[in-house]
């Protein structure tokens, strides 16, 4: 657990001795460089953790490479494509990483990589302060980029559109959002965002809207929805609408946040970018108050993520005036971080890379689910990189 604590201190650490050097300034900039690099670093190399899904997309790519290095390159037979039926980019990016490697481990850092230059991209673009942003970052999704890599990449992607609400580019944002559609279905989602008036709204409708979101999610409305949709995540027929019970973490997660904009409201400017950026992370509380049975249904809400990292961190550091305000924010951070990380426990630590042999002792994860038991004596038993030459 330490190396998690490690990594949360830095982010500390790192925003506290920039604090001072305005916003936006290149010392920042190569702080949030190599803050985000160090983390791909550590989601990229560790070996198998986090929980179940990588297995699944372990095992698609594994086969879909194999049928890659056989000379068969298309991509609506292969064995991903079958599992993800819709999700035309997804199958379409595992043919293309199967070109270069058959290795799990290879596509799962790859995959990473990926996701954080996204990341980096949007907090760049979005966030004033950018080491400040990191730590909300830790705090709200960090642990997730280990197992959920279809659905974070849709939503890093996603993401990319944001400046297309902002410049109201209705072509370019539907070329974008299209492509992480076709990531994770999910992301259907963030298609009403662009037709969401460019305007601030009436603290007292919004407080309305929030309050009847919530009664919606207490009568198990969203379930019924979902049933009437289909699968969103089809890895996980049907989880998102089941119902679990009152989700205490999303309420007191949309509570605070809701009371954290509308407190200081009028402090967000009026220009397209804050504006857009706030509706978002406001629809963000939404989601979670309107799945506040459902057991992932607040997963959509990531699409609406990067809308309070931007808000939440231009409230705590616009002005220096706004340090204590930043303070709470940063225990705030350190808390939900926490959470997850002793709630997921085993599937987190401790930690291990792919570098070495072997599995972790006692990881009912990898007993369950894992599917080829060669990658324990050797885990680069399979082609790293194919060079151009098959694997087989």
Known sequence: MLLYYLIFVIAVATYYSSAGDGIRTPKQRFALFAMLFFLA????????????????????????????????????????????????????????????????????????????????????????????AVIL?????????????????????AWLSVRYIIKRDLKRFLLVWFIAWSFHNSALVLLPMYFIPVRKFD?????IVMVLAFILGMSGGPSALFS???????????SVSNETGFRIAYFIEAVFFLFVIL???NEIPLKN????????????????????????????????MIGV??????????????????????????????????????????????FTNGFRKDDPVEIQYEYDHNYDRDKFYRTVFKLGKPSK
Do not use: H
């Not at 064995?79 to 290879?106: F, H, S, W």
């Open 137 to 157: 970052f830790l705090g709200l999704w960090f642990f997730f980029s280990f197992t959920y890599l279809r659905q974070v990449m849709g939503a890093t992607i």
């Open 228 to 238: 009437a949709y289909g699968e969103v995540d089809s890895e996980r027929a049907g």
């Open 41 to 132: 670093i550590i989601v990229g190399i560790s070996d198998m953790l986090g929980g179940y899904d990588r297995y699944i997309y372990g095992e698609l790519f594994d086969d879909t490479a194999d049928m890659v290095s056989d000379g068969i390159y298309n991509f609506a037979l292969t064995p991903v494509a079958a599992e993800y039926t819709k999700e035309y980019g997804y199958q379409i990016y595992n043919v293309l990483i199967g070109t270069i490697t058959d290795n799990r481990y290879i596509f799962i850092f790859i995959t990473t990589c990926i996701i954080y230059v996204l990341l980096y991209k949007s907090i760049k673009d979005y966030c004033i302060n950018y080491p400040f």
């Open 203 to 207: 603290r007292q409708n919004i407080i």
């Open 263 to 265: 407190k200081r409201y």
């Open 309 to 354: 990292i931007s808000t939440i961190t231009y409230l705590c550091t616009y002005s220096r005036k706004n340090k204590m305000f930043a303070n709470i924010i940063v225990v705030v951070s350190f808390l939900l971080f926490n959470r997850i990380l002793t709630l997921w426990g085993i599937m987190l630590y401790p930690y291990k890379t792919f």
């Open 273 to 304: 970018a804050n504006v857009v950026l706030m509706n978002m992370a406001l629809v963000f509380c939404l989601i979670l108050l309107f799945f506040i049975k459902s057991e992932n249904g607040g997963r959509l809400s990531w699409y609406y």
